[in-house]
């Protein structure tokens, strides 16, 4: 909220010159509607400077300040009352002694200068929350750049488990069939006869020798009894 309260500084800033002027201008001609000017622009500056007070109430420097311009704000603002009664009562001189003692003390000059610390602490203010909320950022894009290489570390890692195994399968599938091959043509060539049965007792393999040697035993040639 620090842009709404650099705002309202502005403001109350030109709310004190606007009521400041219709109150010139209803001394200088006694027009009631000047008056009533002053009396509206009075009261906007009161809400003006309550709305500040509500929008910094979590800066201390600045509740400092505000003390300062408090008393300050609450002086200029009385001058111009008494101001407006003794113009309303036509009390002249006294009017006049009035101004020129209360342009002595200079209120207007150092409302000004308060307004202007107060701009200043708020920029610096603005200034700090931009720096922290630029710095959290910047972190919240490296822990999302960090997770995403983890991500992508992990994945590439699965990657290679899998096509690994994938690599080992098929180098086992290749050997057993190399293994079988190698075993069927020492089968076709030996001399000895060769006979493959499974779990059931079937015969689910031959070599040419046994083909010579079932002449001469009782195998059945589809189902071999243990």
């Given amino acids: 909220h620090s842009y709404q309260v650099l705002e309202l500084l502005q403001t109350l800033r030109s709310d004190v010159r606007n009521t400041d002027n219709p109150l010139q201008a209803y001394l200088l001609t006694h027009n009631s509607d000047y008056k009533k000017v002053y009396d509206a622009e009075k009261k906007i500056t009161l809400l003006d400077f309550t709305q500040i007070g509500r929008l910094t109430a979590d800066s201390d420097i600045q509740k400092k300040y505000l003390d300062i311009l408090h008393p300050l704000l609450t002086a200029e603002l009385d001058a111009m009352e008494k101001s407006a009664g003794l113009a309303e009562a036509s009390q002249t001189q006294s ?38 909320v630029d710095n959290s950022i910047a972190r919240s894009y490296a822990l999302i750049c960090g997770s995403g ?12 488990f899998v096509n690994r195994q994938v690599r080992q399968r098929n180098q086992a599938a290749t050997l057993l069939e190399s293994s079988e ?46």
């Fill in 95 to 132: 009017l006049l002694r009035f101004l020129q003692v209360q342009g002595a003390q200079s209120l207007e000059r150092k409302i000004e200068s308060c307004l202007s610390d107060m701009e200043i602490a708020e920029r610096r203010l603005l200034q700090t929350r931009t720096d922290e």
């Fill in 149 to 160: 290489l983890l991500t992508a570390f992990f994945c590439a890692l699965s990657v290679f």
């Fill in 181 to 226: 091959e190698r075993f069927r043509a020492l089968a076709e060539s030996a001399s000895d006869a060769f006979i493959t049965i499974n779990q059931e007792g079937v015969i689910v393999g031959t070599n040419p020798a046994s083909e010579t040697d079932r002449k001469s035993t009782r195998l059945n040639s589809s189902h071999i009894t243990i």
